[in-house]
């Protein structure tokens, strides 16, 4: 990958981690007695972005560390 690509995959992860924290902290509005799912309805969406952001990571981490060994 190029060095924008790598750039841009990390860039999407922060927002990916930041958005995923906005997220899981997101506690519904309750009246009475409610289950955690109703209480924090967003948590399964939020788990989910920080593993998409993991993978990212991870992506542009090692195309970035190919690139390094091989400089062309």
């Known amino acids: 990958m190029r060095f924008k690509t790598e750039i841009f ?3 999407v992860a ?3 981690f930041t958005a995923s924290a906005f997220l899981y902290s997101y506690e519904a509005i309750s009246k ?3 289950f955690a ?3 924090y309805p967003y948590r ?4 989910s972005f920080v593993g998409f952001g ?5 992506a542009a981490s090692i195309s970035y560390s ?5 400089p062309i």
């Open 37 to 39: 799912l109703e209480l």
């Open 32 to 34: 009475g007695l409610s």
């Open 14 to 16: 922060i927002v990916l």
């Open 66 to 70: 190919e690139r390094s060994k091989n």
């Open 54 to 58: 993991s993978a990212l990571m991870i």
């Open 9 to 11: 995959l990390l860039l």
């Open 44 to 47: 399964d969406l939020a788990i």
